[in-house]
């Protein structure tokens, strides 16, 4: 294929951001065969020899419908003639009724089979994407971890492979004129029209009309997300090197802990609780723990999920877990 504006614009941003998409790494492309996925595919290959990239892809079958079997063939034979390898997994009947349960489904074999091939996971998340996340995070009621929505890269496990978003500066209508350009097939999924799909509803209700309100605010709001996303990056080193000046043998200097502001006091705690394997808390228990901890308030303790204790006394701050049975 031709070289285009579209692989002009990704190899200038791939340039200016190499942390996007490292030069000679090896990838696994998440492909389902709508049109965001589809032009990932196209752009990545024929920029792959001046990155040094080399490309495996997968696609995931959900069987929502009667016909996702043979968009896995029809998709397996386009990759065949471009001479890219796919591979097929196949979720077996009723195991992913639910968004929730096909994204979990989706990221675990992405991960397993992106461990195996030693590879990172890249996927055609667009601002679009993220602005929808965005909206239905701050519907439901979202921290800054909610409003970070689909960081550009990410681990995928703690030890694990990263997964990669290089189409966040795109927005749907863009993949559409990609595919068009460069003449790429796409697959349609019927699930993609369900209303009963919360997302989906998003997508045709009510960005549309916040589009035709304010053209662009996709893009502003996938920009906003990833400015929220550095700055808890940065806020959680600064929270790393600040819990290492409170660290004692017993857990944590408590009426160091104690006369900060009750923000950065319950942003500290929750960090420390999970470095130490703690199941997340509920906002308010967490609220209601920092009001506890504050500079001149009596000893304590709290249980907390997962079988621990969290105990105060005098300048300690310990955790403890129960036996079981306890």
Partial sequence: MGWTSWHDRLHRRLL???????????????????????ALLAL????????????????????????????AAE????CQQRELLLQVDQAAPG???????????????????????????????????????????????SDLAGLAALPSVRPLSSEGPHLRRPLLHLQRHDTLQICQDLALPIWDDPSNQSADFA?????????????ELHPGCSLRMSDLAERVSQVRDSQTELSRMALELLQTPAGL???GLGALNPATRRLLLAQ?????????????QLDELSRRLDKGAPGGSADLLGGW??????????????????
């Fill in 16 to 38: 200016m951001q190499p942390q996007l998409l490292p030069q000679g790494s090896s990838l696994l492309l998440g492909v389902s065969g709508g049109q965001d996925s589809m």
């Fill in 75 to 78: 998709l397996g034979a386009w």
């Fill in 95 to 141: 195991q992913v009724p639910s968004e929730a349960k096909a994204r979990q489904w989706r990221y675990e074999r992405l991960e397993q089979r992106a461990r195996e091939a030693g590879a990172d996971v890249v996927t055609g998340h667009t601002a679009s994407d993220r602005a929808e996340t965005m909206l239905m995070q701050l519907a439901r009621g």
């Fill in 309 to 326: 204790q969290l105990s105060w006394k005098g300048a300690e701050l310990m955790l403890l877990q129960r036996e079981a049975g306890h």
């Fill in 44 to 71: 990545l290959q024929d920029l792959a020899p001046m990155h040094g990239w080399s490309l495996s892809i997968w696609h995931g079958d959900h069987r929502w419908h009667d016909g996702s079997s043979q968009i």
């Fill in 199 to 211: 997302r989906n509803r998003i997508r045709q209700e009510v960005l549309p009309v916040l589009e």
């Fill in 253 to 255: 200097d408590r009426r």
């Fill in 272 to 284: 420390w609780l999970q470095q130490q394997g703690v199941p997340p808390l509920p906002a308010t």
